[in-house]
């Protein structure tokens, strides 16, 4: 029996071997490991790409979110909307300039932030909204943006799991003020290694963020204010540059897996499919269904039960942001988001890659059936 992993990089990068062998030589021989050449080209077409007039490259994508939030001089006293049900990354980075998270709950459909609910949680220490485009889903960003321009609220995409999703036409960010970019080798356009970028609107913006990214200097040895040190290493620009190339490609194998899954799960009425909001493109950074009659502890029998027979599943997240033990002293107690909190219980994600084959997905499922007829 061989086993299904949830994510496989090794099949794509079979497919680019050479060429990606050839960049990170032509690299190593350069002698250029930082700010080579290839980071700018890498800045230049991932704007293009993401239709962003200013791009900023840097380490990570919660580098990305941290340089957004500082960029925006965000910080003691201020209040961050953003979703509880998400990588921790996003509410740490507005911890860790100081700002206090505030969290909304989620649509049960999208996994998102429940829009309805927004207005209700701002404040007049509020400073902006951090909306989460989870699993590769895009928010409805009309509907956001027009929240945030009554407001006067400048907004933070994070689009870590959503590189390529579109939202009416427009990719993901775009639309916002600032997109947060991951390039974490398992996100939908993913390096050798660490890696982010922000897409940014406002070149005073993109220049702020640059300032704190070069230890708070404009000129060298000059510094301003207090700053990091976050770099897009040449290696992995020139890796990015040839599988940004292949990005489309990518996602559109991962629709074709995810429509897969929508036929063989159908049948199954334990089982609640995601879908992609009318008017976007989803990326399917993750396929996560919902045992939507399922404790958590049933949950977990099923995927035990599964990774019995080599099908590895995984669960994102299992504890919601505002239950985190870093977040006890935010003080919101059971029940303070619901959605959210059921969410945790009842996702499952299944395996998710491009080249997934039709015979390992019916295997997955039959495999989900039986583990949910064997509760
Ligand atoms: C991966 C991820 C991040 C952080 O990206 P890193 O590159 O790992 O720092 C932030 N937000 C979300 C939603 C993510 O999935």
């Given at each position: ?20 062998g050839t960049a990170v030589l032509d690299v190593l ?165 660490d890696g982010g970028a922000l897409t940014v609107r ?174």
């Open positions: 029996m061989t086993t299904i992993p949830p994510l496989d990089l090794t099949q794509q990068y079979a497919t680019i071997e050479a060429e990606v021989a350069s002698g250029r490991y930082i700010n080579g050449p290839q980071v700018e080209e890498f800045v230049q077409a991932f704007k293009a790409y993401v239709g962003s007039p200013e791009c900023v490259a840097c380490n990570s994508g919660t580098d990305a979110l941290y340089l957004a939030l500082r960029a925006l001089e965000i910080g003691p006293g201020d209040e961050v909307i953003t979703s509880p049900f998400t990588f921790i990354a996003t509410a740490e980075t507005i911890s860790a300039v100081g700002a206090t998270p505030v969290f909304v709950d989620i649509d049960p459909n999208t996994f998102n932030l429940d829009l309805d609910q927004i207005e209700t949680a701002i404040t007049e220490r509020t400073k902006a909204l951090m909306p989460v485009h989870l699993f590769g889903c895009p928010v409805d960003m009309t509907r956001l943006m027009a929240v945030a321009v009554a407001h006067r609220l400048p907004v933070i995409e994070d689009c870590a799991q959503a590189t390529g999703a579109t939202w009416q036409g427009q990719r993901v960010g775009s639309m916002g003020d600032f997109g947060c970019f991951s390039f974490f080798p398992s996100k939908n356009l993913g390096g050798c290694g406002l070149p005073e913006l993109a220049e702020a963020a640059r300032i704190v990214r070069e230890h708070g200097s404009r000129v060298k040895y000059y510094h301003e204010s207090v700053g990091i040190n976050s770099r897009l290493d040449t290696v992995q620009a020139a890796i990015l540059q040839i599988k940004l190339r292949y990005l489309d490609r990518w996602n559109q194998g991962r629709t074709t897996v995810a429509e897969r899954y929508h036929q063989l799960l159908a049948p199954i009425d334990e089982v609640i499919c995601p879908s992609a909001p009318a008017g976007s493109t989803h990326v399917w950074n993750q396929y996560t269904l919902r045992l939507h009659q399922a404790t958590g502890e049933e949950r977990d029998r099923v995927r035990a039960a599964l990774q019995a027979q080599g099908i590895l599943t995984m669960v994102y997240y299992p504890l919601p942001l505002h239950h985190q033990p870093v977040y006890a002293e935010l003080g919101y107690g059971p029940g303070s988001f619901p959605q959210a909190e059921q969410a945790s219980q009842q996702v499952l994600s299944l395996p998710m890659f491009p080249e997934l084959t039709p015979e390992q997905q019916e295997r997955v499922v039959y495999g989900l059936k039986a583990a949910i007829l064997a509760g």
